[in-house]
C-alpha cells in the first residue's frame, strides 16, 4: 500500500557567524549547510496498519509524512502509494489521504466549523448523501455537536483538534496522516483522540501514520514502531522489541518493618533508603527478582513490594543515546 | 470548477463578518477623500493656467478612487493568506485536490469584492449628497457606465494578477513585508493613486501608457467621467485584457517554478 525506497532530501541553511562583521559579509557572499533530513528511508506498510513513527526533533519525521502526502518532493528514491507517486500525481493522489498537522490548522477561523467542512465536501466533490454520512458519524464519534456551529477562534484546543481530525476524514481517504495530533491536549482529549483512532482504523480499515512525542499514544494505538533518527531508519518492528531490548532493570520498591542500617544486595544499586521503605535499581541481566527478594526477605521483614519497568520514555532516551542522535 | 467557487464564497462570508471594520473603514475612506479635495481645491483655485481635468471630473476621480479602493489598490492583500504562507499552513492547501494558483486567485478575488461591497455603498450616498463644490458627478452617459463596469472589473482582475507576484515573493523570503512594500509604493504612484494621472506631465505619462497599473484604476475612472469615450476607450480595454493574459500566464509560470521548491519548515 505504501512503500517508499531509499528516499532522500537535503536542505540548504544559511549559515553566518554571529556579529555585524559576518552579517555584512553574508550580504554579499552566503555560505549553506546541507542538512540531510532524510537519507535513504525505505519501508512498507500495509492496508489497515496503524504505524507509530518516532524520534527526536528534528529527526526527519515531518520531512518524511510531507514526502508521503505529496507536499515535498525528495532528492531522491522511490515512492509509491496506492500506486500513486504522491508529488508527481499530486492532485490525483491527495484525495486518498487526509492529514493532521497538529500545529497548524485547516479550518476557518473566522466562521463556524461546519461551513469549513462544507467547503471540504466542495473541495473533495464529495455526493451530498455520503457527505451526510460520513459527517454524521464523525460527528458522533467525536462529539461534535456541541460546537460545530462555533467559529473555530472560539471553541477550545481539545475541541479544535477534534474537528481538525473530523475535518480529514470527511472524504473517507485510505489513509490518514496525524503529525502530533495530541500536541497540547488534555488528558481527557488525548484519550478521546486514542480512542476514535482506534475504533476508525478498526471500522474503515484505514491506514493510520502517526508522529508523536508521547509515547503513551504510541503504547496505547500500535505495535509497530518505525524509529528515525538524523534521516535514517534505526528500527522498525514491534514496541516490545525494543522494550525487551532496552528492558535492562527493574526498580524494585519495598516496605518493610522498621530498620535502621541499609540492606545491600548483589547486582542491585539501592536508589532511597528510608527506616521502612527503600528502592532498588535490579539489573536483571544479572540477577532475577525472586533472588533479590530472598536476599531481602533473609534481613527484612517485608510488607509490601512493587516491581516495575522502565517508563517508555525513558527506553526511548535510552535508544536515541545508543544510536547517538 | 466548484472548489473555487466554494472557496470564493467561503471568503465573502469570512470577509463580510467584520461589519464595525466596514463602518470604520468607509468613514476613512470619506475623510481621505474630502482632504484630497480640498487640497486640489486650493491648487485649482490659485491656478494661472487651464487644468487638464474639469473640476467634476477630478472630484469624481477622486471619490471613484475611494469608494473602490479595494479594488484597485495594490497594497490591500489578504493577510490571512500571507500568514498562512509564513506561518506554514500552506501545508494544508498542498494536500487538497485543487490547484493551488487558481485556488489563491479566487480567494484574492472574494477578498477584494468582499471588502469593497461594505464600503462603496455609504461612500456613494454620501458623495452624491455632497455640496456642489465637493460632489460626484454621475456617469457621462449610460453607455460610459456600462463600459466604466466592464473595464473596471478588467482592472480588477489586472489587480489581482499583480498582487500574486507579492504571494511568489513571499513564498520565497517568507516575509510579505519587502515585496508588498516596493510592489505598493511603486504601484501607487504609477497608477495614479498620488497624483490622478491626466494631472502628470505629458512626457511621463506616455511613459505610464507602457506600464499595466494605469489600466487597474485610471482608465475606468475615466471612462466614467468621459475623458476616454469611443474607439479609444475599447483600444485601451483591449490593452487591459492583454495585460491580464500576459500577467497570468507570467504568475502561473513563476508559481509552479516556486511550488517545486517549495520547503515547509518546523512541526
Known amino acids: 500500500m505504501i512503500t517508499l525506497a531509499n528516499i532522500s532530501k537535503t536542505f540548504n541553511v544559511a549559515r553566518r557567524a554571529k556579529g555585524a562583521g559576518a552579517a555584512f559579509k553574508s550580504l554579499f557572499r552566503r555560505e549553506y549547510n546541507y542538512i540531510k533530513a532524510l537519507d535513504g528511508i525505505s519501508f512498507h506498510i500495509g492496508e489497515g496498519e496503524i504505524v507509530g513513527y518516532i524520534g527526536p526533533n528534528g529527526a526527519g519525521k515531518s520531512t518524511s509524512i510531507k514526502v508521503m502526502s505529496g507536499i515535498l518532493v525528495p532528492d531522491g528514491g522511490e515512492c509509491e502509494i496506492l500506486g500513486y507517486t504522491p508529488w508527481k500525481d499530486r492532485r490525483k493522489f491527495v484525495g486518498n489521504i487526509g492529514v493532521v498537522f497538529g500545529q497548524r490548522t485547516q479550518l476557518w477561523w473566522d466562521v463556524p466549523i461546519a461551513d469549513s467542512f462544507d467547503l471540504l465536501r466542495d473541495i473533495y466533490a464529495i455526493p451530498a448523501d455520503a457527505y451526510k454520512r460520513s459527517l454524521d458519524m464523525l460527528a458522533d464519534a467525536l462529539d461534535l455537536g456541541a460546537f460545530i456551529n462555533t467559529p473555530l477562534r472560539q471553541v477550545s484546543l481539545g475541541q479544535r483538534m477534534r474537528a481538525e481530525i473530523a475535518a480529514s476524514l470527511l472524504h473517507n481517504p485510505k489513509i490518514l496522516f496525524l503529525d502530533e495530533p495530541t500536541i497540547g491536549l488534555d488528558a481527557v482529549s488525548k484519550l478521546a483522540v486514542r480512542q476514535f483512532i482506534k475504533t476508525i482504523n478498526a471500522e474503515r480499515k484505514l491506514t493510520v501514520i502517526l508522529t508523536t512525542h508521547d509515547m503513551n499514544d504510541i503504547e496505547a494505538l500500535t505495535n509497530r514502531v518505525i524509529l528515525i533518527g538524523k534521516g535514517r531508519i534505526l528500527h522498525d518492528g514491534s514496541m516490545a522489541k525494543i522494550k525487551h531490548k532496552f528492558d535492562s532493570y527493574r526498580t524494585l520498591t519495598v516496605t518493610f518493618a522498621p530498620h535502621d542500617a541499609p540492606v545491600h544486595i548483589a547486582n542491585a544499586d539501592i536508589i532511597s533508603w528510608g527506616c521502612e521503605r527503600a528502592v532498588y535499581r535490579l539489573d536483571i541481566s544479572r540477577t532475577n527478582i525472586s533472588a533479590a527478594l530472598a536476599s531481602l526477605g533473609s534481613e527484612l521483614n517485608i510488607l509490601d513490594m512493587i516491581s516495575e519497568s522502565p517508563p517508555v520514555e525513558e527506553i526511548i532516551a535510552g535508544l536515541y543515546k545508543e544510536h547517538g542522535i | ?267
Open chain 2, 1 to 267: 470548477m466548484k472548489p473555487y467557487i466554494a472557496l470564493f464564497r467561503m471568503r465573502m462570508i469570512a470577509g463580510m463578518q467584520y461589519r464595525a471594520a466596514a463602518w470604520a473603514g468607509a468613514a476613512t475612506q470619506f475623510f481621505w477623500g474630502l482632504i484630497f479635495i480640498m487640497i486640489y481645491s486650493a491648487f485649482y483655485r490659485s491656478s494661472a493656467v487651464e487644468p487638464p481635468m474639469r473640476w467634476n471630473q477630478l472630484a469624481t476621480y477622486i471619490w471613484l478612487q475611494q469608494m473602490f479602493l479595494f479594488i484597485v489598490m495594490i497594497w490591500a492583500q489578504d493577510n490571512e493568506l500571507l500568514r498562512h504562507v509564513t506561518d506554514g499552513n500552506v501545508a494544508y492547501e498542498l494536500c487538497r485536490p485543487y490547484d493551488l494558483f487558481k485556488i489563491w486567485c479566487a480567494r484574492l478575488l472574494a477578498f477584494r469584492l468582499s471588502s469593497s461591497f461594505l464600503r462603496f455603498l455609504p461612500i456613494l450616498i454620501i458623495a452624491f449628497l455632497l455640496p456642489a463644490q465637493y460632489k460626484m458627478s454621475p456617469p457621462v452617459s449610460l453607455g460610459a457606465a456600462g463600459l466604466f463596469l466592464i473595464s473596471l472589473s478588467l482592472g480588477l482582475l489586472i489587480v489581482t494578477a499583480v498582487s500574486m507576484f507579492i504571494y511568489i515573493l513571499t513564498i520565497i523570503t517568507l516575509s510579505p513585508v519587502g515585496s508588498r512594500l516596493i510592489i505598493s509604493v511603486a504601484a501607487d504612484f504609477l497608477m495614479g493613486a498620488v497624483i490622478p494621472i491626466p494631472l502628470m506631465p505629458a512626457s511621463l505619462q506616455r511613459v505610464l501608457d507602457w506600464f499595466p497599473f494605469r489600466y487597474i484604476s485610471d482608465l475606468p475612472f475615466r471612462i466614467y467621467s468621459g475623458s476616454i469615450a469611443g474607439g479609444d476607450a475599447l483600444f485601451q480595454m483591449g490593452v487591459q485584457v492583454a495585460w491580464i493574459i500576459g500577467l497570468f500566464m507570467l504568475g502561473r509560470l513563476s508559481f509552479n517554478k516556486v511550488m517545486r521548491r517549495v520547503v515547509i519548515q518546523g512541526g
